[in-house]
């Protein structure tokens, strides 16, 4: 069984990195327009295929199983609400963006306010990704490894800590090679290949484990045992003990995901690189519709180990890869471990494409080397790029014992997430608001909420009131603040937002009306499932 399993992973493994090479093996890795931004080439289904595998990665397959197996299916708001911040990104973010020509979100904050703003966001994504993104990527993929291949088995290593700490860096270098070496356009390549494949996967998987709870009677029946069985687990309402209580999709649950859709370096790089904005329009909106699918093979699986394994004592964020290891044949569970690494790398090397392309061009071309050439910017990002890497892989198996994978993800991306968002939308939505402001409230805003987890009295604030409506409250205060100021002490010129030319900005025909569509559908899916 292990042979036929390992032979699987590793023709499919070595499958996709072979397509991905004849792909692109004759773009340019050169210079920095072609490494961070595909040379602005990108078409919607790239654009579409390289988000959602970017987002799909281990923390969402792992974490978001974990929190169903204990939740339920509130958990699929990281999901479904998703889609209404992709409608806003269509509609609202991306013109914007490729009316400005950037290639990194700290770039339009030098833009509508001053290189210092730059600087400080800049400092802020690459904290955040070294100590929080990267780490955590690694950590659940090396995970969901162990669970899928019964790396234990397969090795002969019976430390937990030693075979976690070899995964962590096997893994760590291969996404390396390929964000380092690869650029953008590689990395989109791979995503597109990967998705399919997890996609496909995703779904057998719901497919096998319906079948092992009906004993093989066929998947309506499974899922008649799972709503008889479990009716608590298949309400889309989430109460006040579960991780996302159902008025928090309101505001921090929101405002995250509006965030991680609209502003997040590591996701939107890829559609600064559209092609033009309606290709970009388009690629989102299909993610967007991928995404309602979402709760089918990221949340739905949780629930069935819950069903098959909650007596068993099996951890949350271990019970994806026991369903994975224990439902599919063996050349499957190959197959999917295989798109698993995929779906692991594509999340690694995404991020650290942004965090060196945030370097390279925010600090190496912007502050230590400003007559630096295209080759020595390529040359810096990859060996900082490097440096990257090793804090990660070194970060990443200090994560063991958390309690809810994904939960942690969350709260810890809260404390960034919050004041970039405040600080982007007051930029682009207001003309007199100063840089003093944006200064303010970005440091102001992830001291305030580094102080509610970590800090007493002041952790107290997010137990009382839920800590997602207590970072959507700090949300409000700054742009409050930052309104203020701007009244206060306005800028002496109002911004204009001018047309840097790069990309073609005629909007997509359609991308209204499937917005709309995309948004009602979001409510029908919460009204089905309402207990």
């Not at 070595?14 to 340019?28: C, E, K, N, S």
């Not at 958990?75 to 490729?98: G, N, Q, T, Y």
């Not at 070899?166 to 597109?192: C, K, N």
Request: hydrophobic fraction near 55%; include cysteine.
């Amino acid at each position: 069984m292990h042979a036929l399993t390992l032979a699987s992973f590793l023709f499919f493994t070595g499958l996709v990195a072979f397509i991905t090479w004849r792909i692109t093996r004759r773009d340019d890795h050169k210079s920095t327009n072609g490494l961070f931004l595909a040379g602005r080439s990108l078409t919607f289904p790239l654009i579409a295929g390289s988000l959602l595998m970017t987002n799909l990665s281990t923390e969402q397959m792992v974490g978001l199983n974990g929190s169903a197996f204990s939740d339920g299916l509130s958990v699929m708001a990281w999901e479904v609400v998703a889609v209404i911040a992709l409608v806003l990104l269509a509609l609202f973010f991306l013109p914007r963006f490729l009316r400005s020509g950037i290639a990194t979100v700290p770039q339009l904050l030098e833009i509508r306010f001053d290189k210092a703003t730059q600087r400080i966001t800049n400092v802020i994504f690459l904290l955040a990704y070294a100590v929080i993104l990267l780490p955590i990527i690694l950590y659940s993929g090396a995970m969901g490894l162990q669970g899928m291949l019964d790396l234990h088995g397969l090795t002969g290593i019976q430390s937990d800590t030693t075979l976690l700490w070899l995964t962590v860096w096997l893994v760590g270098l291969i996404g390396s090679l390929y964000a380092l070496f690869g650029g953008l356009r590689t990395v989109a390549v791979s995503d597109t290949l990967n998705g399919i494949g997890l996609l496909v996967g995703g779904f057998v998987i719901v497919y096998f484990g319906l079948q092992a709870i009906s004993d093989g009677s066929g998947i309506m029946a499974g899922w008649e045992t799972l709503k008889q069985t479990h009716p608590d687990k298949l309400n889309s309402i989430g109460s006040a003990e579960q991780q996302v209580p159902f008025f928090t999709l309101f505001t921090g649950v929101f405002l995250i995901n509006v965030f991680y859709w609209t502003t997040n370096q590591q996701i939107i790089q890829r559609t600064f690189a559209a092609k033009n904005l309606a290709e970009g329009q388009k690629g989102v909106l299909l993610t967007g519709f991928f995404k309602l699918l979402g709760p089918i093979y990221l949340v739905l699986p949780g629930i069935i180990a819950y069903h098959l394994y909650a007596d068993q004592g099996i951890k949350a964020d271990e019970a994806y890869g026991h369903l994975v290891f224990n439902v599919l044949p063996p050349y499957l569970t190959g197959f999917f471990a295989a798109v698993m690494v995929g779906a692991i790398l594509s999340s690694f090397n995404s991020a650290l494409n942004s965090t060196t392309t945030l370097f390279s061009l925010g600090f190496y071309k912007g502050v230590l080397n400003k007559d630096a050439s295209e080759a020595q910017v390529v040359r810096a990002s990859k060996i900082f790029g490097w440096i990257m890497a090793v804090i990660a892989m070194t970060i990443a198996p200090l994560l063991a014992g958390q309690e809810s994978l994904f939960g942690y993800l969350q709260k810890m991306n809260a404390i960034y997430f919050i004041p970039i968002l405040a600080v982007v939308l007051v930029g682009l939505l207001t003309r007199r608001v100063p840089a003093m402001a944006a200064k303010i409230a970005l440091v102001g805003g992830c001291l305030l909420i580094f102080a509610g987890y970590f800090i007493p009295p002041f952790d107290k604030l997010p137990q009382i009131m839920h800590e997602f409506h207590f970072v959507a409250a700090v949300f409000v205060l700054l742009v409050v603040v930052m309104l203020v100021i701007g009244k206060l002490r306005p800028r002496p010129d109002a911004w204009v937002h001018e047309d840097s030319g790069e990309v073609d900005l005629t909007p997509w025909k359609g991308a209204v009306p499937v917005g709309i569509v995309l948004v009602i559908l979001v409510v029908i899916m919460y009204a089905a499932f309402a207990g």
